[in-house]
């Protein structure tokens, strides 16, 4: 087991696979990322660009650390480019089947001691570790949006997971800045497994006439002080993804506290998705 991380791998360079990419990068560490396609790579890599220059604008990041971190990222459409990588971090589609595929893969690639964690908000690291032959170092690294602002890092331990993979990502994460919380492998770990049936909740007192969307979003706004209420935050989650995880909790607990509400569904099977397609429970120029 190497006791030091000095190259980094994150496959996928979506919206979170791109924020880890920008973090790993501006702590210091090498990164090679990789996307399917090289116009995907490009994306990716252009919301690296775009998002450092705004921490240039905020004065968070100096024009020399953006152009230093910036040159520490290398992109691929290569998975055996990851070859030489101590920690991989997984930000694709959530999709169990692609996941088993990479991590299948990553397995073959990967050097023995190489560390695989998984970003996944809703799916077992366990079924995920299954398919390589080092269970005891693959874990859940659960960054959040946007991930070089978002000061949390849910780490999930399975009961395969060795003492030392996960106390080594765990001092990882740690070193990017991130408070670090430890869950279960257990659908929705810790903020998932509170959060989703408060915005189920919210649909169903909205469905049942309680008050209005803007009326419930003020009430949690300013009852609570909440940053957001929960339509709101709901749109910027995306619909369909709040739906996914929603379904994947029911499935695992079959309790009717995650139990999707008919708007919910309805909503998503009509496109409503929220910020992300123009339409939710609000509507967005
Ligand atoms: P996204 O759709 O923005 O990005 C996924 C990227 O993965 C896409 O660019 C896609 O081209 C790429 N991809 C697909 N298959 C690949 C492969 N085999 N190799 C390399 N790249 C591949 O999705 P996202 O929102 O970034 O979510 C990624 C993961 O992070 C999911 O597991 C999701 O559950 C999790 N997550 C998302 C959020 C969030 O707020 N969006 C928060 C925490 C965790």
Redo the contacts with the bound molecule.
């Keep these: 087991m190497s006791t030091e991380i000095r190259q980094v791998g994150v ?7 791109s924020g880890i990419v920008e973090t790993v990068a501006r702590h210091g560490y090498p990164v090679v990322v ?3 396609t090289p116009e ?1 790579l490009q994306v ?1 890599l252009a919301r690296v660009r775009a998002s450092m220059s705004k921490a240039v604008e905020r004065g968070k990041l100096t024009p020399a650390e953006m152009d230093a971190a910036l040159g520490r990222i290398t992109g691929t459409t290569t ?1 055996p480019d990851l070859a030489g990588c101590d920690l991989v971090i997984e ?4 999709d169990i089947t ?2 088993r ?2 991590f299948g893969q990553l397995d073959r690639i990967c050097p023995p001691h190489a560390i695989l964690a ?6 077992s690291i366990t079924e995920i570790a299954s398919v390589t032959k080092r269970p005891d170092k693959v874990l859940g690294m ?4 946007p991930v070089p602002i978002m000061p949390l890092l849910e780490m999930v331990r399975t009961i395969l997971v060795s003492d030392e993979a996960f106390a080594l990502a765990r001092r990882f994460g740690e070193g990017l800045g991130k408070t670090v919380v430890v869950a279960k492998d257990t659908p929705g770990f810790i903020v998932n497994l509170l959060l989703i049936p408060y915005l189920l909740d919210a649909i169903r007192a909205l469905e049942s006439g309680v008050a209005t969307k803007e009326d419930i979003d003020t009430a949690i706004k300013l009852g609570l002080n909440h940053p957001m209420g929960p339509f709101t935050l709901l749109d910027f ?2 619909l369909d ?1 709040a739906l996914f995880i929603a379904d994947a909790m029911f499935a695992e607990f079959k309790d009717a506290r995650y139990a999707a509400p008919p708007l919910l569904r309805r909503m998503v099977t009509a496109g409503l998705l929220g910020r992300k397609s123009g339409k939710g429970f609000y509507i967005y120029a």
């Design positions: 496959v996928g360079c979506g919206l979170m696979g990789r996307e399917v995907l990716g998975l930000a694709v589609v959530e692609v996941k595929e990479v998984s970003n996944t908000s809703s799916l659960h960054f959040f949006n989650v995306g993804t």
